[in-house]
């Protein structure tokens, strides 16, 4: 179930960040002078890795992209993530294939019973021979930091920014900010978050809802080398894993169903892993007495129900704002990156804005959207709270073939650019 973050400042992107506040940046209703390229510009909302990976893909158009991100500062944060060889793809696309030198390769894994019995063994080196890029283990944060770099080369980005609504005429989009000004545009991509503001504008009753569990994450250091193997123990309503994401870093999550109300977030978060997982096998134990309690968050987990359309005339969603998913096939952060890859060729190849989006929803929408229902449908299987159930899902998972991973996952891990990537280092595909 690797994916969202655990909330802890990365020093790196502090630095970066303070680059960027207190600069002064009055807002506009015309996009500034540049002889360069033609003043059409994209506004994106938001700033994590999909808006990030928006700006950069938006690079190669006959764009300027304007980044508006409401928090004051850019203290990028994070706890582990799984990148999948379509999402290494993605990141490669952009240029940015450096990913592979600092994440950590996921090797040897699979899924356990609480009393450490396999259930299934697999190795992920398997999945990166088939498909060509690796499985990668990162830190959120450095993941921000290096999206973070590249978007500063080729796009503004205004902090403190809140946009409160957007209103679509038929020559552009208007951004209203809370302070009473106002941002014009050709195109607004809502990379808002699942919360998004720009997806409220589309769908003013749509509302993010309880995917019916609660998890717990966070990133610690070791001693030693981390082990190199990873994987999840599936207990009964409930699951306990943990990767690698460098040599002496580990990212732990855990999850259970719970109602809404009992999601623990107030803590103390650590007396309650005890007392669920203190008897599992190891390292599950020592993994979670040795996590400081500060560093350790949990949040109930919620996700954005399908939507019928994500662009509507010169304004679309990407990442969460159009698909928040459960964290369970690890593709949070790999879809909203192949977004941002295939708006970016939609908006460069098509001259017309409207024409644009509508091609990246034709590109994206579907496939996101089943991934998402794949996802949700994965979480109720690995999170099933009866005993029968759980027993059911135990004896199917023992009983799978050899390769059943990499063939069931074959439809999400193939993707492909549309375009060669701009990423010369990208290897050929086994």
């Given amino acids: 179930m690797p994916g969202t973050e655990r909330l802890v400042a990365h020093p790196s992107l502090v630095t970066i960040g303070e680059r960027l506040v207190g600069k002064p940046s009055p807002m506009t209703d015309t996009p500034r002078a540049d002889t360069k390229r033609p003043t059409r510009r994209v506004i994106v909302v938001g700033s994590g890795i999909g808006g990030l990976a928006a700006a950069i893909a938006l690079e190669r158009s006959r764009y300027e992209v304007l980044v508006l991100e409401q928090a004051p500062e850019l203290t990028e944060v994070g706890a582990g993530l799984t990148l999948w060889p379509n ?61 973070l770099e590249q978007a500063l080369q080729v796009s503004e980005i205004r902090l403190g920014v809140t946009v409160q609504r957007v209103r679509q005429d038929s020559s552009g989009v208007t951004a209203v900010l809370a302070d009473g000004s106002e941002a014009r545009a050709d195109i607004v991509v809502g990379a808002d978050g699942i919360d998004s503001v720009v997806r409220r504008h589309l769908y003013p009753d749509s509302r993010s809802r309880y995917a ?72 599950i134990p020592s993994l979670v007495r040795d996590t400081p309690e500060e560093e350790i968050l949990c949040h109930p987990i919620h996700e954005v129900p399908s939507l019928p359309a994500w662009s509507v005339r010169r304004v679309t969603l990407l990442g969460d704002a159009a698909h928040a998913m459960t964290p369970n096939l690890g593709q949070g952060a790999c879809q ?88 010369s280092s990208t290897p050929n595909k086994a």
Avoid: C, K
Avoid at 231 to 251: A, C, D, H, K, V
Avoid at 353 to 373: D, H, K, S
């Fill in 87 to 147: 999402g290494v793809r993605a990141l490669a696309a952009l240029g940015l294939g450096e990913v592979r030198d600092f994440g950590s390769v996921q090797g040897a894994g699979g899924v356990r019973i609480p009393s450490g019995r396999w259930l299934s063994r697999f190795d992920m080196s398997q999945i990166g021979d088939r498909f060509g890029e690796p499985v990668l283990g990162v830190h959120r944060a450095d993941l921000v930091r290096i999206l």
């Fill in 336 to 423: 909203a990156l192949e977004d941002a890859v295939a708006l970016g060729e939609t908006v460069t190849t098509e001259s017309d804005p409207v024409a644009a989006l509508a091609a990246y929803q034709r590109a994206r929408l579907r496939r996101a959207t089943g991934i998402a229902a794949r996802s949700r449908l994965t979480s109720r299987v690995a999170l099933a709270n009866h005993p029968l159930t759980a027993a059911l899902r135990n004896l199917v998972i023992g009983l799978a073939p050899s390769g059943a991973l990499t063939r069931g996952l074959n439809p999400i891990l193939s993707w492909e650019p549309p375009l060669a990537p701009a990423d």
């Fill in 212 to 283: 019916g569990f609660s998890a717990w994450r966070a990133v610690i250091q070791t001693d030693g080398p981390a082990p190199g193997s990873q994987g999840e123990t599936m207990g009964i309503g409930q699951l306990f894993g943990f990767l690698p994401i460098s040599r002496q870093r580990i990212y732990w999550f855990a999850a259970a169903r719970l109602p809404e109300q009992r999601s623990y977030q107030g803590g103390p978060h650590r007396e309650e892993l005890i007392r669920r997982f203190g008897e599992w096998h190891d390292p």
